[in-house]
């Protein structure tokens, strides 16, 4: 399992349990582990800037998966990059429940966690923000994104070790194409697996979802290369899992199935 010890990081349950951050569902500033002292497991989620596909794609997992992690009695808390505004958005679309999002607007948590800022070359003469965006271009090419090309191939391509996404009578809207049933992509490529561009059409969902509400999802463009954090805890607050975000689209160890170390 992707694990470090508390000797090469700080105290990360620690470090949690004493930090205070807005809540979406209320707009209070709220210990972000308030409620979660009966649990058999406590995921952490330090998320990157709100309208990161990243984080779109892997609240869509939590969703596909509520029952099995509900079952297992694990309990999420998640932070991300932005403004109230931008989280109650966020949950709108995702289904991730408001009560358990927590908003940071300057990534102080990635920080104070040590997490990966991703690419940061110093253009000379533009704006952080000018910066940020030139930086995001470059990790979206690879340059100090490591993998990422390969996976933006694996969601055109198809992938025979990860699950089947859309169901056959499921229609995808919400993009720049007209409706599509999830029976097409049968006839492409068969069932019971990731067909060819079966990933890369939900992407392509999240990706208008974004851009068509950009100045609510991204309030402050200065994080946009900022990368996030899997923390697994079990019931006495030991560290037993975690994951730190090393490129665009690479949230997870497995990406395939992203949520696989929760059953393990």
Known sequence: MNTQTSSNFPDIYSIL???????VSDGEIKPILDGCTHTSKLLILIWSQLGDFDNLEYAWWLQREKEQIEARGITIRAIRIGDR???IKFCKYTGFPQECLFVDTNAEIHRLLGLYRGLSIQFPL??????????????????????TLKEVFRGYKGDKKAPQLIADEEVVKGTPLPPIKGSFFK????K??????????LRLRNMTEVLSNWNIYVPDSSYLTQRGGTFLFDVQGKLIYEHRDRSILG????????????YE
Do not use: D, H, I, Y
Request: net charge positive; proline share 5%.
């Open 85 to 87: 505004n931008s989280g």
């Open 126 to 147: 533009l704006s952080s923000s000018q910066k940020a965006w030139l930086n995001l271009l470059l990790m979206c090419a690879g340059v100090g994104s490591p993998g």
């Open 17 to 23: 349990s004493q930090t205070q951050r807005l809540r």
């Open 187 to 190: 006839a492409a490529g068969g």
């Open 192 to 201: 019971g697996f990731q067909r060819p561009f079966e990933l890369a059409t």
């Open 251 to 262: 949230f997870a160890e497995s990406m395939s199935n992203p949520l696989s170390f929760l």
